[in-house]
């Protein structure tokens, strides 16, 4: 259930959110963009009511890790909902994520 949601809906303010699903309010992003989907994120639940998420896209750039380091370190006091894709599958991505967070102790 929470990966089925509508894409590119249109807010009263012309925003438009990657995907709105039942609870999140969801921005896509790729990792450079990390800091971009936070603030996109939290505008778009303002907006809606819904939980904010961003959705990482990791392409095997030699950077992802340190994006994503940013990404759990920026949001570490906010209830950021964090999902993790790209040229794998979703649960490549998340391990992925997950071991750069491992190999810095966070």
């Known amino acids: 259930k929470e990966r089925e949601g509508v894409s590119e809906v249109i ?59 940013r990404l759990y370190k920026a949001t570490e006091n906010l209830n950021i909902r964090k999902f993790f894709t790209g040229d794998m599958t979703y649960e490549e991505a998340h391990a992925r994520a997950a071991i750069c967070l491992i190999s810095d102790g966070m």
């Open 11 to 69: 807010l009263e303010d012309l925003s438009r959110v990657d995907c709105l699903t039942e609870k999140y309010a969801v921005e896509a992003d790729r990792a450079y963009k990390w800091a971009e989907a936070i603030g996109q994120s939290l505008l778009y639940a303002n907006s809606t009511g819904k939980t904010p998420a961003v959705l990482i896209i990791l392409y095997n750039d030699r950077n992802d890790c340190s994006y994503i380091k």
